[in-house]
């Protein structure tokens, strides 16, 4: 008999994450989209879940699980956890904060730098052999002395500003509330955030009250000269209108690791030098992939242990 508590690995997970929950529980592996009228007694059992941040965990699994008592997530964002249903039903949450600040942070800059400076469309045309025959690759734009808005000043908005301070020629932002402490130009308005922004960088926490907080006003704003990066979640921006302002060049140009649909990336946008695009790679450095599954870990002893959890949502 197994005396390792039950608990449900769902959808794919981090192959460490997997053999370290493999030590200490008994994981029961549940496909992101099985049938959850199905789920067999000893799944059922389960007292805990864990899911990446793509996956998270609707109230339907919570529901299917009725010895639930914590979810661990194995991300930051915690989007797609229905966390008022885990709130009212007694079920902890967990996710992954500070851990990967500074590679998400890292990669923010990076698309920047890649999109104004126009990095992987030059590769291309370097690997098409263009440059060899004779072709001029365009003059860019340039991030040095740029007016940099940061949507959404939180932990991950921060480490981006502080890597762009000696570069900018100014930082502003934009949140629902000004930041008491943050020693960067507060803009009330979004549309004058926009147009004050040679970029705007979205950091912002991807919950539905954020959904197209860019909208195709905010595009306009921002204008011709303007670059998008979002290293968020997709739905922050309105994606249809990002699509459309940058099919008429209504701003210069985007840096997306993230989109509404993912791992769908509207087709519109491959055929675009002007963009640059990411398979969501924010978090995903070797360290800091270990540095969450640990967390993960670490949240789920607590629990076990009967100790305060370390990094609770819920
Ligand atoms: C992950 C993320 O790529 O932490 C987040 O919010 O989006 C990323 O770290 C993803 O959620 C995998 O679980």
């Known amino acids: 008999e197994n005396r390792l508590p039950p608990i449900v690995a769902y959808g794919p997970l981090y192959p460490y994450l997997k053999q370290e929950l493999e030590r200490r529980f008994t994981v029961h592996a549940v496909a992101a989209d099985a049938d959850l009228s199905a789920l067999p007694a000893d799944v059922r059992e389960a007292r805990a879940l864990v899911s990446f941040g793509s996956v998270g965990a609707p109230a339907a699994i919570m529901d299917a699980l009725p010895k639930l008592e914590m979810i661990g997530l194995f991300s930051v964002g915690y989007d797609k956890v229905d966390v008022d249903h885990a709130r009212t039903n007694g079920i902890r949450v967990t996710n992954t904060p500070d851990v990967l600040t500074d590679d998400v942070a890292d990669l923010a800059v990076g698309l920047l730098y890649a999109t104004v400076r126009n990095i992987a469309a030059n590769d291309r045309m370097v690997r098409a052999g263009d440059w060899a025959r004779g072709v001029k690759p365009a003059l ?21 500003a502080k890597r762009l301070e000696p570069v900018a020629g100014e930082i502003l932002y ?101 963009v640059v695009l990411q398979p969501h790679q924010g978090s995903a450095t070797v360290h800091t992939r270990k540095a969450m599954a640990d967390l993960v870990l670490a949240n789920l002893d607590a629990h076990f242990a009967g100790q305060p959890l370390l990094t609770p949502v819920v």
């Open 140 to 160: 860019s734009g340039r991030v040095t002395g740029s007016r940099i808005g940061i949507l959404g000043l939180g932990r991950i908005g921060r480490a981006i």
């Open 174 to 274: 934009h949140n629902r509330r000004e930041a008491a402490d943050a020693p960067y130009r507060y803009v009330s308005d979004g549309l004058d955030f926009a147009q004050q922004s040679d970029v705007i960088i979205v950091a912002t926490s991807g919950g539905p009250e954020a959904a197209k907080l860019v909208d195709a006003a905010m595009l306009d704003a921002l204008g011709p000269d303007g670059v998008i990066v979002n290293i968020s979640r997709g739905r922050v921006i309105d994606e249809d209108a990002l699509v459309a302002a940058l099919a008429d060049k209504r701003i210069a140009g985007a840096g997306l690791d993230v989109f509404v649909n993912e791992p769908q990336v509207p087709e519109a946008l491959f055929a675009m030098d002007h």
